[in-house]
């Protein structure tokens, strides 16, 4: 398997731009999370889904983001409108469920530069 | 919220040199968890430890979960520089046999190694 495949890499837009991640999960893998990771917060976990239903969202900021799981290879972070305090490494990781520890594999991360 | 405090936040040592990093929780988890980032890629986990006491090898690296459930630490022998990196501690809850997908992270330790 390929892993989590995430795109784009990078991403530099100005303030006030549509923003969209996007996430590939592990085939059979039936959880799905997107963290932001900062220098001052850390690693956040944003949001997560299992089996293509969001289960907590109490991560995301704010109104400006928003994530989708139309299917289970698919996700979509987005963010409208972008501010600069948006500015981070994204990363979209997922898991299966039924194992005795929930070993998350991480994508490579989506840089986002918002100026 | 619930938070993990990993110390120390970060540590420059000469190559041969033994590690060591832990972490700390106000709550109980069932799981820990020891992932290593790499620049520019995503976590990549290291050491799962299931039972209160345990504890468990992986080549250079032991971990061990604390009796009390609400802390581990990391301990990684005989640095060498690939071990430069991002070292995060993370919990996750479980329960009935089935684990919960949130995971929990530390603030993150980062290592520096001298050749």
């Known amino acids: 398997d390929a892993g989590v495949i995430q795109s784009p890499r990078h991403e530099v837009t100005e303030m006030g731009q549509e923003v969209t991640l996007r996430c590939k999960p592990i085939?059979?893998?039936?959880?799905l999370f997107w963290y932001r990771q900062t220098m001052m917060r850390g690693l956040e976990l944003l949001i997560y889904f299992n089996n293509n239903v969001p289960i907590d969202d109490s991560g995301m900021p704010e109104d400006r983001f928003s994530a989708k799981m139309p299917n289970a290879s698919f996700s979509t972070l987005k963010i409208q409108p972008s501010e600069p305090r948006d500015s981070a490494v994204y990363f979209c990781?997922?898991?299966?469920?039924?194992?005795?520890?929930?070993?998350?594999?991480f994508g490579p991360g989506t840089r986002l530069t918002v100026l | 919220g619930q938070q993990l405090n990993q110390s120390p936040q970060s540590m420059f040592i000469q190559e041969g040199e033994d590690v060591s990093m832990n972490c700390t929780s106000s709550?109980?988890?069932?799981?820990w968890l020891w992932y290593k980032q790499d620049p520019g890629e995503g976590p990549v986990l290291l050491i799962a430890?299931?039972?209160?006491?345990e504890l468990t090898s992986n080549g250079r690296l032991t971990a061990q979960f604390g009796i009390t459930r609400k802390d581990s630490f990391l301990n990684i022998s005989a640095s060498i520089p690939s071990d430069v990196g991002i070292y995060f501690c993370a919990g996750q809850r479980t329960s009935g046999g089935t684990s919960y997908g949130k995971l929990t992270f530390g603030q993150g330790t980062i290592l520096t190694v001298h050749p």
């Open positions: 430890l299931y039972k209160a006491g």
């Open positions: 990781a997922s898991s299966f469920v039924g194992r005795i520890y929930n070993e998350q594999f």
């Open positions: 085939s059979g893998h039936d959880y």
């Open positions: 709550s109980i988890f069932n799981t």
